[in-house]
């Protein structure tokens, strides 16, 4: 019923930049959290950005200064432009969002995950 796809993935040189969005779709009744995280190949997943409904961010120390998480509620979607890119930054990202859809049911939904690669 709900599903969230992303989009923005790509190559990128060091230095550079990307915008990752996410869209869900279906019956939502309220976004409460949304999310980014992604996971490098060998390496645990982990939390990149979050914004909650009221705007507030909470960036990882390694992204700080560099990415930005926005939304956009109108269209149920979360951005994330990555700016001054590192081979580090290397990884699947997957968007996921903290809703409760119309029938009432709360809960996690994820992305399927988009590949972003910097490599010079």
């Known amino acids: 019923q709900v599903q969230l796809v992303e989009s923005g993935g790509g190559l990128a040189q060091p230095g550079g930049s990307l915008r990752l969005s996410c869209a869900a779709s279906?019956?939502?009744?309220?976004?409460?959290?949304m999310n980014w995280y992604r996971q490098a190949p060998g390496k645990q997943r982990e939390l990149v950005a979050a914004?909650?409904?009221?705007?507030?961010?909470n960036y990882a120390d390694s992204v700080k200064g560099r990415f930005t998480i926005s939304r956009d509620d109108a269209n149920n979607t979360v951005n994330l432009h990555m700016n001054s890119l590192k081979p580090e930054d290397t990884a699947v990202y997957y968007c996921?969002?903290?809703?409760?859809?119309?029938?009432?049911?709360?809960?996690?939904?994820w992305g399927q995950g988009t590949q972003v690669t910097v490599s010079s």
């Open positions: 996921t969002f903290y809703l409760v859809r119309s029938d009432g049911y709360g809960g996690d939904y």
């Open positions: 279906g019956s939502i009744f309220s976004i409460y959290t």
């Open positions: 914004i909650s409904s009221g705007g507030s961010t």
